[in-house]
C-alpha cells in the first residue's frame, strides 16, 4: 500500500519537480518512479532484515517488535503529511499492526505452554 501511495504520488511530477528535490532526483534516475522498497535513509529492502530463529516464543517476540516498529513508522508518516488521501490509509495500516501486536500476543501465552 505504501508503494502505491508513494507512485501514486510522484508518477505525474514534472522534470522541475524532480530537479527541485535532490533526494528524488537521485532515486529517479535509478528507478523512474517505480516502486523500489527502501528505508527512509535510502538503505534498499532486504530479506537479511527477517529474524527468525526457528523457536515458537522467539520468533512470536520478534513478530511482535516488528508490528511495534511499523506501527511507530506510520505513527511518524502521520506526523508528516497533511493529504487525507495519505492520511486514511496510512491510519488503516497503523491499526492492522495494532492488531497484529495483539493477536501475536494472544497466542505468545498459548505458545510459553507448549514447551513448559
Known amino acids: 500500500m505504501i508503494g502505491t501511495i508513494v507512485h501514486q504520488l510522484t508518477k505525474n511530477l514534472t522534470e522541475k519537480q524532480i530537479e527541485d528535490n535532490p533526494n528524488f532526483a537521485a532515486y529517479f534516475?535509478?528507478?523512474?518512479?517505480?516502486?523500489?522498497?527502501?528505508?527512509?535513509?535510502?538503505?534498499?529492502?532486504?530479506?537479511?532484515?527477517?529474524?527468525?530463529?526457528?523457536?515458537?516464543?522467539?520468533?512470536?517476540?520478534?513478530?511482535?517488535?516488528?508490528?511495534?516498529?511499523?506501527?511507530?513508522?506510520?505513527?511518524?508518516?502521520?506526523?508528516?503529511?497533511?493529504?487525507?488521501?495519505?492520511?486514511?490509509?496510512?491510519?488503516?495500516?497503523?491499526e492492522r499492526e495494532v492488531v497484529h501486536f495483539q493477536r501475536f500476543g494472544d497466542t505468545l501465552p498459548q505458545s510459553c505452554k507448549l514447551f513448559f
Open 29 to 94: 534516475v535509478d528507478h523512474t518512479n517505480g516502486v523500489y522498497p527502501t528505508a527512509a535513509s535510502g538503505v534498499p529492502w532486504s530479506a537479511a532484515s527477517m529474524q527468525v530463529k526457528g523457536d515458537t516464543i522467539a520468533d512470536l517476540n520478534e513478530d511482535l517488535a516488528a508490528e511495534q516498529k511499523a506501527r511507530v513508522t506510520y505513527d511518524n508518516i502521520l506526523r508528516l503529511v497533511d493529504d487525507p488521501d495519505i492520511i486514511e490509509p496510512i491510519k488503516f495500516l497503523r
